[in-house]
C-alpha cells in the first residue's frame, strides 16, 4: 500500500461512504478500520457535521481515539466540543496521555475541567500531572505510558512483564530500569533483551550509560541531542533522577518541523507561524507589529535622508541609487544573518568561537563588496557615462556590503550573549537597520566629494 | 548521564588522554568505549594528527567505525585518507552500508575505487548497488541491512531467525514479510511478535497494510510520510515490489535538519547551505551568485527612478521617502512569500486551492495597506507638516503593500506549478522585484499629482 494521496483518499472514500450511508455498519466499519489512521483522520476531518454525527455513531471511542490523535491539532477542538461530552471523554481516556494534554490545551479552561471530571481518575490524574508543564519543555511533550523494570528482574521476568505492559505503552523498544528507590539506573533495548539468556539479571546486562533529560529541558535542545544520539526514545526525570515519562521519536518529528517553521516565519519577519485556519484578519495581525516597526525605522531612514537635502537638491541624481544601494545592504544582511542563526542553532558557532566567525564574516564582506563595487562601477561608468558618480555608487557598495555582512552576523551573536533567541532578530529588521547604515555612507561620501560630481 | 556539553567533554578527555599518551591501551580503551559514539566522535574530531594516529593504533576498525559514523559528514573525508588505506577499507566494511556510502560520495572517484577493491566482496557488492542511486532519493538513503521474513515461517521461527540477524540489522522493531516471489506482502513489528504465540504463521499475524516507497522517491516526500503515519522505519521496493532496502527514522532526522536547513538558507538568499569548513571565500561564493542577479535588477530600479528624473528634479523631497516605500514592499513580500513556501511544502496549499490563498492573501494586503497607509500619512502630516506628501505617500504605501502581498505569494504558485522548487523564489528576489514595482507606484503618483506638491 501506498501513502494515500488525496485523491485516492476521495476515491476510497466514496466506496466506503456509500455503506456509511445505507447504515451497513458491519461493512462501513471493515472498510473504514482497514485503512491506517492517518488516513482515517484525513477522510474524517474533510467531511461535514451530518456525517462526522454518522461516523461517531458506528465507531467506539477506542477507535475514535485513533483517528483524533492523528487529526490537524487546528482543527481537532472543533470535533472535541461537538460530540457528546461523555464520548469526547471517552476518546481522551483512550489516547496517549501527551496527545490528549496537546488536545486539552487548545480548549477554554472549562471544558477542561469538565471533560476531568467526566474521566475515569487514572486518566484525569496523568492527564493533571502533565498539564501543568510548560509550553516547549520536556515535560510538555513526554508521556508518561512507558514500560520499567526493577534491576533486581531476570531477563524472563523482565520479557514477561513486557508482553504485559506492551499494549498500553507508548514504546517497547527501550526499557528502563530503576533501582529500589524508583531512581533512573539503566536502559536495556528490546533487542538486547531478546538475545539475553533468561536467567541473567537485568543490572548485568543492561547498559548504565542512560541518557536522560531533566523535565524542564527545552524542546529544541532535545531534538537535537535526539538527532546527534539517534535515540528512538528519552526518559526523562526529575532533579533526583526519578523516571517521569518518556520522549519518543515521533513526537520529536513533530517539534524538529515546528521549530524549522518557527525559524523561516522569524526570518521572514512574522511574529507567529501562520496556521491553515487563520483568515485574513488574523494573518494580517501576525504580520503587522513587524510592519509598525519597520514604518517607524523607515522613517528615520527618511529623516537620514532629509539631512542631505542640500546634495540632494544639487546632485539629483544621487536618489537614482537610493534603492539599489540600500537593497543591497538589505540581502547581505539577511545572509548573513541566516547564516549565523543556522550556526548558532546547530551548534557550530560554539566550536568556532565568535571572533573567530565574525572575522570570517568581515572577509566574506570584503570579497562580496570588493566584486560587487568593481561590477556596479564599470556598468555606471559605461551605461550613465559618469565615472566618478561609477567610482562614488562603487565605494558605497564595498563599505556598505562590508559592514552590512559583518553586522548581519553580529547582531545574533549579541543576542545569544544575552540569552535572547537569535531568530528574532528577523530579515526585515536587519534590512531595515542596513538600508539606515548604507544611505548614511553612500550621501556621507556623495557629500564630501561633491566637487567630483558637479 | 546528560548529554555531554563541549566542557565536560574537554574535561573526560583530559582524564582519558593521559591513559593514552602513557601507552595505557587497556585503561584508554576501557574509558573511552564507554563513552556513547555521538560523544567519541565529537572527542575524536578535536584532536590533532598525532593523538588520531595513536587513537588508530589503539581501536579496532569495528570500534573505529562507530566513532567515524559520528563524525561530522564535512571533516569525515580528511580522517578517512590520512588512515592506512586497508584500516580504511576495514572500517568502510564495518559501517552501516547507508553511512559508508554517504562517506564514499565525499571521496574522489579514485579512492572510491581503490577503497572498493581492498574491502570484502561482500561489503564492496552491497556499496555498489546504493552508490549510483540519485542523491536525494529513498534510494541514496536507504540501508540494505535489514530483517527480511517469509511469509510461511512460524512465530518460533522468525523470533529465531531475529535473534541471529539482530547483530547485522540497522533496525529489528519492523521486520518485513515476503512471499515467495521476494515480493514484500506485509510487516510485523518486533511488539507484535513477542505478544504472538509461537507456532502461528507470520501470514496470520503480519499486518498487509504495509505502506512502502518507491526506490526513486524524493527524500523530502519520505520525511513528511514518516512523520504522517508515526512509522520507525519505511520499506523501499522497485517497480515490482521487490524489496530493496529500508529507511530509518534517524536518517529522516537529518534528512529533515538538512530539508530544513535548505529552505531557511534559500530564503535568505544563499545558493547551497554553509558549511562549518566553509572559509571566506567558499562563503562568498555561495552569497554572489544572487547578489550579482541583484545588482543588475537594481540598476533596473535605478533606470525606473532615472525616468522620473523631471519629477525628481522639482521635488527633491521625494527622494527621501524611497527606501521606506522600498522597504515596506520587500519586506511584506517576503512574509507572503515565506507563508506560501511553508504552505506548498507542508502540504496545506493543496487542500486550500490556488485563487483562495491569492484572495486571502489579498485580503490580507488590503488590511495591513490601510493600516500603514493611515500610520504613514498621520506621520508625515505632522511631522513634516505636510499633508498632500503624507497622503502621497500613504496612498503608495497601501498601494505597493496589496501588489506587494499578492506577488509574494502568487510567484511560488506558479513556480510550484512549473514543477521548480517554490523554495527557489528567495527573499531578496522577491524583495527586489517589490523594489521595483513599489518606485514605479510612488513615482507614478507623483508625476500625475504634481500639481499637489509644488
Tied chains: 1, 2.
Aim: aromatic content about 8%; charged content about 25%; some cysteine.
Amino acid at each position: 500500500m501506498e501513502h494515500l494521496e488525496k485523491q485516492e483518499r476521495m476515491e476510497m472514500w466514496e466506496k466506503i461512504q456509500k455503506a456509511l450511508i445505507d447504515e451497513q455498519i458491519d461493512q462501513f466499519r471493515a472498510e473504514f478500520l482497514e485503512l491506517h489512521p492517518y488516513d482515517q483522520a484525513k477522510i474524517f476531518e474533510e467531511q461535514d457535521g451530518n456525517i462526522r454525527v454518522l461516523i461517531y455513531s458506528y465507531l467506539s471511542p477506542e477507535e475514535m481515539a485513533e483517528v483524533i490523535e492523528q487529526v490537524d491539532r487546528d482543527l481537532v477542538d472543533e470535533f472535541i466540543i461537538e460530540m457528546i461530552p461523555a464520548f469526547a471523554a471517552k476518546i481522551l481516556e483512550n489516547m496517549s496521555t501527551d496527545d490528549a494534554v496537546d488536545i486539552l490545551n487548545e480548549l477554554d479552561k472549562n471544558k477542561v475541567a469538565s471533560f476531568l471530571t467526566i474521566m475515569d481518575k487514572k486518566a484525569s490524574d496523568e492527564i493533571k500531572a502533565l498539564l501543568h508543564y510548560e509550553e516547549k519543555t520536556a515535560g510538555s511533550i513526554m508521556t508518561t505510558e512507558f514500560v520499567v523494570i526493577d534491576m533486581e528482574m531476570t531477563v524472563k521476568e523482565a520479557m514477561q512483564h513486557l508482553r504485559k505492559a506492551a499494549p498500553e505503552a507508548e514504546t517497547i523498544y527501550y526499557i528502563y530500569v530503576v533501582n529500589f528507590y524508583k531512581k533512573l539506573v539503566g536502559v536495556i533495548s528490546l533487542r538486547d533483551l531478546i538475545i539475553a539468556e533468561g536467567d541473567w539479571l537485568i543490572q548485568e546486562v543492561m547498559s548504565e550509560r542512560v541518557v536522560s533529560v531533566p523535565v524542564g529541558e527545552d524542546q529544541e535542545d532535545i531534538a537535537q541531542m535526539m538527532r546527534d544520539y539517534d535515540f528512538l526514545a528519552l526518559p526523562v526525570v526529575d532533579f533526583q533522577d526519578h523516571l517521569l515519562g518518556i520522549i519518543t521519536v515521533d513526537d520529536i518529528m513533530d517539534v524538529m518541523e515546528e521549530e524549522a517553521s518557527d525559524d523561516y516565519s522569524k526570518l521572514a519577519g512574522i511574529s507567529d507561524v501562520e496556521r491553515s485556519g487563520d483568515n485574513a484578519l488574523s494573518s494580517a495581525k501576525k504580520r503587522l507589529p513587524w510592519l509598525i516597526i519597520l514604518l517607524f525605522l523607515g522613517m528615520l531612514t527618511a529623516s537620514v535622508i532629509g539631512r542631505f537635502e542640500e546634495t540632494l537638491d544639487k546632485v539629483a541624481m544621487l536618489a537614482v541609487f537610493i534603492p539599489l544601494i540600500a537593497g543591497m545592504a538589505g540581502n547581505t544582511g539577511t545572509q548573513a544573518l541566516a547564516v549565523a542563526v543556522r550556526s548558532i542553532s546547530t551548534g557550530e558557532m560554539r566550536k568556532k568561537g565568535n571572533m573567530a566567525v565574525i572575522w570570517q564574516e568581515a572577509k566574506t564582506g570584503l570579497i562580496t563588496g570588493l566584486s560587487c563595487g568593481v561590477i556596479i562601477t564599470l556598468l555606471i561608468a559605461f551605461w550613465y557615462s559618469d565615472v566618478f558618480l561609477g567610482i562614488l555608487v562603487g565605494i558605497s557598495i564595498m563599505a556598505t556590503l562590508l559592514v552590512s555582512t559583518v553586522s548581519g552576523a553580529f547582531i545574533p551573536l549579541i543576542m545569544y550573549r544575552f540569552n535572547i533567541d537569535p531568530a528574532v532578530a528577523s530579515g526585515p529588521f536587519i534590512t531595515t537597520l542596513n538600508d539606515l547604515t548604507s544611505i548614511f555612507i553612500y550621501f556621507g561620501l556623495a557629500t564630501i566629494f561633491m566637487n567630483f560630481l558637479i
